[in-house]
């Protein structure tokens, strides 16, 4: 091999060297900020807390309901004591039956018009 080659090929392979660093920076710098962006697991999982908060906060299980219906019919719903509550405990407080969306709650569940 002449000088002249064996200097061409040292520069080749300096330059593939040099490619091959800077190739090998950028992936570990785009892994380190890849671990910040949002994946489908991230993604699933914050859609199944906001279904759960949703349900949670919006739907009542249905023995909720019932037996809400069933003091109204018998107009017992704000004096009702539980019966879990014994002498010397703290002093039950009464339901409230007035709130701001009385007319359009009634409405949706027909039960309470």
Sequence with gaps: MS?????ALHQELLSVSGELRRARRE???EQAFNRY?????DDARATRIATLAHDTLTGQPAWVIDHVRYLHDNHQLTTTVP?????GSSPPLPIST???NCEPHGRHHRYLS
């Design 37 to 41: 962006l949002p994946n489908p697991i």
């Design 27 to 29: 992936q570990t710098v």
């Design 83 to 87: 019966s879990s509550w014994l002498p």
């Design 3 to 7: 000088p002249a080659e064996h200097e």
């Design 98 to 100: 007035s709130t701001a």
